[in-house]
């Protein structure tokens, strides 16, 4: 089950250190050298920590393996020190990932529900997580299944995954999946899916993923790092978003 966790952290490069991190309010974020990877969490700290060292200077791949911990504000900060390797606009470009290098983009260009109501018409759709404005662009036009770590009326619990997402054409799966460790599960319940979409602005933008059965990675690209920092700290209440890009990398 650890598989695509370990082909995650083996990828990112021995010499790189983390250069600033913070983890709190409501997500993580990491820079290394020009590299800024964020995550965002449930505060779930049931299990200690792995690390109780100062992480500032640490090799970046060693804090990466904090994805693995059960304690998920911890996981977060494992997911941001790989987002700040694979997510880092010159890597990221390297492996294929195409954006602007405009400041501004408009994100519905890259948003895949909007992209993606003409395929899934008629189709049955599981998608994890709420989205803005899902249920209008989807609901009409599909047979749309919500479900939830925490369901909202209407919504599915999560264990109807194991019964819901294999007879799913298209498959939906936020990105806290990567934290929360139920990524693989999902990921094999949809091996019959047309398609298989990690979504959010924490989605790892590694081509590696498209080789357990992940067929597009709907991420975000940080642009303005200084930016990126207020909005994790809390110190500015505007949406992620407007600190990048929204991207679409596709297997090919």
């Known amino acids: 089950m650890w598989e695509i966790y370990d082909a995650l952290i083996d990828g990112i490069p021995e010499n790189l250190i983390v250069d600033e991190l913070f983890s709190g309010y409501a997500a993580s974020y990491v820079r290394s050298g020009n590299g800024v990877g964020i995550a965002h969490f449930s505060d779930s700290q049931t299990r200690l920590p792995m690390f109780t060292k100062n992480l500032l200077g640490a090799s970046l ?43 501004k983009v408009e994100d519905r260009i890259h948003d895949p529900f909007i992209m993606s109501q003409k395929a899934i018409k008629g189709k049955r759709v599981a998608v994890f997580g709420h989205f803005p404005y899902l249920e209008n662009l989807f609901e009409p036009v599909c047979d749309l299944s919500i479900i939830s770590g925490e369901p909202q009326e209407g919504d599915y619990p999560f264990p109807a995954c194991e ?66 920092y207020r909005i994790t700290t809390g110190a500015e209440k505007v949406k992620i978003y407007s600190a990048g890009q929204k991207v679409s990398f596709e297997k090919r």
Do not use: H, M, Q
Request: net charge neutral; charged share 20%; proline share 5%.
């Open 61 to 103: 791949r060693e804090v990466a393996s904090a994805v693995k911990s059960w304690n998920f504000v911890e996981a977060s900060v494992g997911l941001a020190a790989i987002n700040a390797y694979y997510n880092n606009p010159e890597i990221a470009r390297a492996n294929g990932v195409v954006f602007s290098d405009a400041r």
């Open 163 to 228: 019964y819901i997402v294999p007879e799913c054409d298209y498959v939906f799966i936020t990105c806290f999946s990567i934290v929360d460790k139920t990524l693989p599960r999902i990921v094999e319940l949809a091996k019959r899916a047309r398609r298989v979409t990690v979504v959010g602005p924490a989605t790892t933008l590694a081509p590696v993923l498209f080789e357990y059965g992940i067929s597009e990675l709907s991420g975000f690209i940080i642009k303005d790092n200084a930016l990126a």
